[in-house]
């Protein structure tokens, strides 16, 4: 039974809180662009500018998110269950 919960953590629960994690940060990044006119150029700095935000650093998996600049605005990337980016399993938010 053990197995099966952890299944379910992994499989699910992770990935439903990571995706809501990467909205909050969404917000955030958007509400810094407005105040700066700009976009963070450095994730890990940004999140590490408040307290309440160091636990952005990560996904529910343990692992950095990767953060891109692009024309339109920034891409949010979680490796996903397996810890690899550019699978099949990576959660994308974009602004």
Known sequence: MYRGG??????YLNV??????????SFALNKYKVRN????QDFNE???SKPIWE??????WGNKYRYNLTQEGFVL????????????DDIVRKN
């Open 55 to 60: 636990s952005w650093a990560t996904d529910s």
């Open 37 to 40: 006119k700009k976009y963070p």
């Open 16 to 25: 439903e809180h990571t995706e809501n994690e990467m909205i909050e940060i």
């Open 77 to 88: 990337t979680s490796s996903g269950v397996d810890g690899k980016f550019n699978t099949e």
């Open 6 to 11: 952890e299944y379910v953590t992994t499989e």
């Open 46 to 48: 940004f999140v590490h």
